[in-house]
């Protein structure tokens, strides 16, 4: 039962990048999955997720410019981003909050947009 994060990088400011998660293990496919970040200092916050159903949320923050998506045949959830900004910043952690388990979360991927 794991996650596996890629796709992070270095990328100028306005630019577009995607990260990707594959999930092992079924139970992935009846649960949320989604993706945190954490920026140097400060503390881990969510920035989207999505819902076995296909129901999305997004911080404010990123709200128009980050893209949620999941592929329930390769268990796998991606995150588009673009118009990228210094503030996106970050380690992203692609996470999963089993049903009457623990948070499983994968190892994070580092995001730098240089201005």
């Known amino acids: 039962v794991q996650l596996q994060a890629s796709g992070g990088g270095l990328v100028q400011a306005g630019g577009s990048l995607r990260l990707s998660c594959a999930a092992s293990?079924?139970?992935?496919?009846?649960?949320?999955m989604g993706w945190y970040r954490q920026a140097p200092g400060k503390q881990r916050e969510l920035v989207a997720f999505?819902?076995?159903?296909?129901?999305?949320t997004y911080a404010d923050s990123v709200k128009g410019r980050f893209t949620i998506s999941r592929d329930y045949a390769k268990n796998t959830v991606s995150l588009q981003m673009t118009s990228l900004k210094d503030e996106d910043t970050a380690v992203y952690y692609c996470?999963?909050?089993?049903?009457?388990?623990?948070?499983?979360w994968g190892q994070g991927t580092q995001v730098t947009v240089s201005s």
């Open positions: 996470y999963s909050p089993l049903r009457g388990g623990p948070v499983v």
């Open positions: 293990g079924s139970m992935f496919r009846n649960n949320i």
């Open positions: 999505m819902t076995d159903a296909g129901e999305t």
